[in-house]
């Protein structure tokens, strides 16, 4: 408890001390901006700096910005107001944000998406890192909460995205992997098995805003059990991804 | 005589050469001065302005959150009991945020198995709850709250659902989640929680029954 005190400490301390930092400036260019008391459209305008005002920019939370006039007034501004402002060499300023273009550029995704395995709750993270602009390596563990056995799939598997600039996006997946199956403890007399399985999907990835995506898809699994006949699973699932 | 007339002669032409040398660094001299003249000149019309950059993109920005939290956890059927776990958010909008918890709980004794008295329906391990959920919620009322007269806060009343799994008594099962909560931001980086969560999940112990387990858990947390 002391120790978890002592830290609170510590960082409040450190955090202290970045308030002593030197924050960039920008000068008002529009006839006004408008500060806000708190970071979103419905917090109310206390305060306008006029044009040819400098403004210290503190911090960002989502699309705030909190600002410090010459006069010591802080409070929150938009960035559509933002925007409009210069910076000391008289450039317009300008916030770079992950777009489209980011989108089909990008090097590395990490997603959840959730839907149903066989009739069953599934629920997966993955990660990929694309090789090329088509064509990207997955990595995915994925947990199945079904009436009578859970199980736990891990699978790897390449994704082919043959239009990667637009918008929607149609993806292709070919992989294998291994599903772990527990029965559930109220049936007794079932072992737990551990199967390979492969897989083929199609499926589609929509880009959304900054480093967002929506992800839909449907694989097919086969999964080669000990017996002679080999198991199919039919699995949908949709969620969202991000990427950097 | 001769020997007269050479040093003349050589008299001369270090004279000359003097000569030669004296106006020659008074010349230089001469550039110098006109040098600095034009240095001077220069400065003069000089602007003095300090030309300075900004890097926007070296704003220190706070939409990350992390949390930790503790309060009171009801499993259906196997009593009230304490729960803590760990949160962390993404703030995507100013009203719509990700969310990732993990939790954990102790469950007790069944009615049955209290008054029965008979052996205990789970062992210790099996008692042991926890779950874990990826959630979307959405600012519903932002506003502000005030102590006294100096003092204002910002707030937001947040709706939040989603879905997981709750590992209990050696099963995994899948979980809906949905709730509200309260955010009290103490200052831009630290906030205090108070959330209230259905989490519903189905349970086979006593034949097939889906379960309502209600969380109500405090916390605070800090954003990034």
């Avoid at chain 1, 390979?196 to 480093?211: P, Q, S």
């Avoid at chain 2, 329906?121 to 959920?133: G, K």
């Avoid at chain 2, 209990?168 to 509200?180: K, L, S, Y």
């Amino acid at each position: 408890m002391r120790v978890g005190l002592l830290v609170i400490l510590l960082l409040m301390a450190a955090l202290a001390n970045a308030d002593e930092d030197v924050y960039p400036e920008v000068k008002v260019a529009d006839p006004y901006i408008e500060l806000h008391v708190g970071p979103g459209t419905g917090y109310p305008i206390f305060y306008v700096v006029d044009r040819g005002d400098f403004v210290e920019v503190i911090k960002r939370k989502t699309d705030w910005f909190k600002v410090r006039t010459a006069k010591g007034k802080t409070g929150w501004v938009s960035r559509t107001q933002m925007e409009k402002t210069l910076t000391p060499s008289g450039e317009v300023t300008a916030f770079s944000d992950a777009g489209l273009g980011d989108f089909s550029q990008r090097r590395w995704e990490i997603g959840l998406v959730g839907g149903s395995f066989n009739g069953a709750p599934v629920m997966t993270a993955y990660g990929a890192y694309a090789l090329s602009a088509n064509l990207s390596a997955e990595v995915s563990a994925s947990q199945v909460t079904g009436d009578f056995s859970s199980s736990e799939l891990v699978n790897f598997n390449l994704l082919l995205q043959p239009f990667s600039k637009w918008r929607y996006s149609p993806f292709f997946t070919l992989g294998a992997g291994q599903i772990t199956s527990r029965p559930s403890v109220t049936l007794i007399q079932v072992r737990d098995s551990q199967d390979l399985v492969a897989h083929a999907g199609v499926g589609i990835k929509v880009y959304l805003t900054r480093r967002f995506i929506f992800r839909a898809e449907y694989k097919n699994y086969v999964g080669f059990t000990s017996n002679d006949d080999n198991k199919e699973f039919e699995e949908w699932k949709a969620g969202f991804a991000f990427f950097f | 005589m001769e020997g007269r007339l050479r040093v003349l002669f050589l008299m001369n032409i270090l004279r000359g050469m003097c000569m030669l040398l004296v106006s020659s660094m008074a010349w230089s001299a001469d550039a110098v001065t006109n040098g600095n003249n034009d240095a001077v000149q220069q400065q003069v019309i000089q602007p003095q302005i300090e030309r300075r950059t900004i890097d926007v993109d070296a704003i220190d920005t706070e939409d990350f959150e992390i949390a930790v939290f503790s309060g009171l956890y009801s499993t259906e059927d196997f009593g009230t009991n304490m729960v803590i776990g760990a949160r962390a958010a993404y703030h995507v909008t100013e009203t719509v945020f990700f969310e990732a918890a993990y939790a954990k709980t102790d469950t007790s004794e069944t009615s049955y198995e209290l008054l029965s008295g008979g052996a205990p329906l789970l062992s210790d391990n099996q008692r042991e709850l926890t779950y874990y959920n990826a959630s979307i919620g959405y600012n519903l009322l932002p506003g502000e709250a005030f102590m006294g007269k100096g003092w204002a806060f910002n707030t937001a009343l947040y709706v939040i659902a989603g879905v997981g799994n709750t590992n209990f008594a050696d099963d995994d099962r899948f979980t809906v989640n949905f709730g509200a909560g309260y955010r009290f931001l103490a200052t831009d980086w630290l906030a205090i929680h108070l959330d209230m969560r259905n989490h519903i999940f189905k349970m086979d112990l006593f034949g097939d029954k889906t379960t309502n387990n209600l969380e109500f858990t405090g916390g605070f947390s800090v954003f990034f």
